[in-house]
């Protein structure tokens, strides 16, 4: 094993992703190679169809890679087999989504302890003490979803990625169904579990307060990696998305 693979969470080696096939081919990941370090809170930025998503699915093992290598950890994803790649997803990777993916039926405690529930596992009391208090739920966890505002539907999210330990978590657009308010809380809540617990988060984000909160900052624009920033400034993500097409011109 490389010094770089142990210092990854995850990362991409020399990674295409092409949708179709000849003339109606459309290349989405264009050689981009990025590791993500442990233990830090990287965001992946770009405008619409810049690749940001399709780099997430890729490293996350939720889409193939076309030609070049993902890996988790030492774990190499591209060429995994279904099951594989399921028990993966289940035991190494925790996911927030945009539309919060809670179950309507189940509690707040329910939907945080279903992913171990799934696996057959059990919550580390310590730590589940730990998350719930983190995300500020000990007094919303018989609620069920309906009962709850956005900002605490998506801390739940949060609490059921991270309860389970995962090597890393992928979220996507994580503050894009909430407001300002809600949405500083999340952000909040996700650079505090880097910070505290030494969780490694990647969040594909639009906003560059979102953007902010990261530890890291990469840009995506056409398909392929042309900047990133560290210990970002809203100010310094937005200056930066703005000289995009500059920067792929000159890549």
Avoid at 24 to 42: C, E, H, I, P, Q
Avoid at 76 to 91: I, P, Y
Avoid at 135 to 154: E, F, I, M, W
Wanted: glycine residues 10%; aromatic residues 6%; charged residues 25%.
């Amino acid at each position: 094993m490389t010094a770089q693979s142990q210092a990854a969470a995850a990362r991409a080696d020399d990674v295409w992703k092409v949708y179709g096939t000849g003339e109606a081919g459309v290349t989405a990941l264009r050689g981009v190679s990025l590791s993500v370090g442990r233990g830090r809170f990287t965001a992946i930025m770009g405008p619409s169809g810049s690749g940001k998503s399709t780099l997430m699915h890729c490293l996350a093992g939720l889409d193939t890679v076309t030609r070049g290598e993902v890996f988790v950890g030492d774990t190499r994803v591209s060429g995994l087999g279904d099951k594989a790649l399921t028990r993966l997803r289940r035991d190494k990777i925790g996911f927030i989504f945009q539309q919060f993916n809670l179950l309507p039926t189940l509690t707040a405690e329910e939907n945080i302890r279903l992913p171990l529930d799934i696996a057959g596992r059990k919550a580390d009391p310590q730590w589940w003490d730990t998350v719930i208090a983190t995300v500020g739920l000990a007094d919303r966890l018989r609620h069920r979803p309906a009962q709850l505002s956005g900002g605490q539907q998506q801390r739940v999210a949060c609490a059921r990625a991270l309860v389970g330990r995962p090597e890393v978590i992928f979220a996507d657009e994580p503050t894009g169904n909430l407001d300002s308010r809600s949405g500083a809380e999340v952000l909040g809540f996700l650079r505090d579990s880097v910070r505290a617990h030494g969780q490694t988060i990647v969040m594909v984000t639009h906003d560059p307060v979102a953007a902010s909160y990261a530890d890291r900052v990469v840009f995506l624009a056409d398909g392929a990696l042309v900047s990133e920033l560290d210990d970002p400034t809203a100010e310094d993500v937005l200056d930066t998305m703005k000289h995009l097409d500059v920067l792929v011109g000159a890549a």
